[in-house]
Nanobody, 128 residues
Framework: QVQVEESGGGLVQAGGSLRLSCTAS????????VGWFRQAPGKEREGVAC????????YYADSVKGRFTMSRDNAKNTLYLQMNSLKPEDTAMYYC?????????????????????WGSGTQVTVSS
């Protein structure tokens, strides 16, 4: 059974940093991708950063490229999202997810998956 759970959100001033963590379990097949998604009130969900669980290059949305960095600790089955130079427009609920896809990380980030599993979300609020 696949489970993902994120943590690490909070309130930060513009220009500050936060690190989100996501613990994933049950990713036993070789066709999983994992990633971070966010959704602000009244806006569509956005795939922020995604990567295949087996490794390879990560995809970052243009809105966060150069400011956010995704990393992983394979021994702990944990995915991280380091968020620097935060802006008020980064305020959203952030979700970690794992899904089955034969496509690349960009395709996963924009919604091409089967059997996707979501964490419960963690709120990130950036004050101006």
């Amino acid at each position: 059974q696949v489970q993902v759970e994120e943590s690490g959100g909070g309130l930060v001033q513009a220009g500050g940093s936060l690190r989100l963590s996501c613990t994933a379990s049950g990713l036993t097949a070789d066709d999983y991708a994992v990633g971070w998604f966010r959704q602000a009130p009244g806006k569509e969900r956005e795939g922020v950063a995604c990567i295949r669980w087996s490794g390879g290059s990560a995809y970052y949305a243009d809105s966060v490229k150069g400011r956010f960095t995704m990393s992983r600790d394979n021994a702990k089955n944990t995915l991280y999202l380091q968020m620097n130079s935060l802006k008020p427009e980064d305020t959203a609920m952030y979700y970690c997810a794992a899904g089955r896809t034969r496509d690349g990380p960009y395709d996963y980030c924009v919604g091409y998956w089967t059997d996707n599993y979501w964490g419960s979300g963690t709120q990130v609020t950036v004050s101006s």
